[in-house]
């Protein structure tokens, strides 16, 4: 019997590509989206590949549009072997000039988002002693960055999140997780991010100004040149890693997906590049 996954956020990008890799290597595949008024890329690239999935409206915002994606997943299948949390959104604003709506929309997105869709899943789950959660994260989880600290305050949460429910779920139900921490996304850096950017106010004329201008170039410069072979992957890149971290046996709970993006966090990571010897410390300390 195929394993069943259902991916948040797969109108673009990395759930786009993971649910049709998915689906290659015999996934049923449930595809979600907020708006399915996006669905024809989705659409478009399963069908070039050859693949069937299922779609489905899920809003990591509103638990009730969760919790019936799963409800109805769970009549028809039965079971759920894999969430992938990996709807988000990049944000580049300094503390200062964040509104408070914005606050609350980035980590509501990029954490608040995750945890509904986990609470929803781990019951079947757990009933069923076997599964898997992988969250999208970044390495702005690890380590954080300029003009950013909203996006990697809600990151670095996911990575306590991640970790905290590997301690005792994970041992205890057989439920794995993993966070996958890519470094930049080609395109979807300069797509989303710097649109969303100047969607809501753009450069301030402040102090912030010069030092922003120098980021910004610095970004703009990485993702169209030749650094951007090193610094920046494709979203089908992402996936794939992805795709083979959900289909090994022993995961890790933590996982980059790039060499830049191991040689950027390595200062954080070389002690532990997995996190399995932080996951084992803290269930002897607490435990046992």
């Known amino acids: 019997m195929s394993k069943v996954a259902l991916i948040t956020g797969t109108s673009s990008g990395v759930g786009l590509n993971l649910s049709i890799i998915l689906a290659k290597r015999g996934y049923k595949v449930y595809a979600s989206m907020r708006n ?4 024809d890329n989705l659409l478009t690239a399963a069908k070039e590949a050859g693949v069937d999935l ?27 072997d894999v969430l992938v949390n990996n709807a988000g959104a990049g944000f580049i604003r ?3 000039q964040a509104t408070e709506e914005e606050i609350q929309w980035v980590i ?12 929803a899943v781990l019951h079947h789950m757990r009933k069923a002693r076997s599964g898997r959660v992988v969250n999208i994260s970044s390495v702005g989880g690890l380590v954080g960055q300029p003009f950013n600290e909203v996006y990697c305050a ?10 905290s429910l590997a301690t005792y779920v994970q041992p205890n139900f057989n439920i794995q997780f993993t966070s996958i921490q890519p470094g930049g996304i080609a395109t979807e850096f300069v797509n ?12 301030k004329n402040d102090e912030y100004k010069p030092i922003l201008e120098t980021y910004l170039g610095g970004a703009r410069q990485r993702a169209v040149s030749g650094e951007s072979a090193a ?20 995961p890790p709970i933590r996982m980059r997906t790039s060499d830049w993006s191991e040689d950027f966090t390595k200062l954080k990571t070389q002690a532990d590049p997995d996190g399995k010897l932080q996951q084992e410390d803290v269930i002897k300390r607490f435990l046992t």
């Open 94 to 96: 300094t503390t200062e």
């Open 192 to 203: 989303n991010v710097l649109q969303q950017f100047t969607a809501t106010g753009g450069m």
């Open 108 to 119: 509501d997105v990029n954490l608040t988002g995750v945890i509904r869709c986990t609470k």
């Open 231 to 250: 610094s920046y992957q494709t979203s089908e890149e992402v996936a794939l890693v992805t795709a083979d971290c959900i289909e090994m046996d022993n």
């Open 154 to 163: 809600a990151k670095f949460a996911v990575e306590g999140y991640t970790e």
């Open 36 to 39: 399915l008024a996006k669905k």
């Open 54 to 80: 299922e779609l489905k409206q899920l809003d990591v915002q509103d638990m009730s549009s969760i919790n019936q994606c799963v409800d109805e997943i769970i009549a028809v299948e039965d079971k759920l």
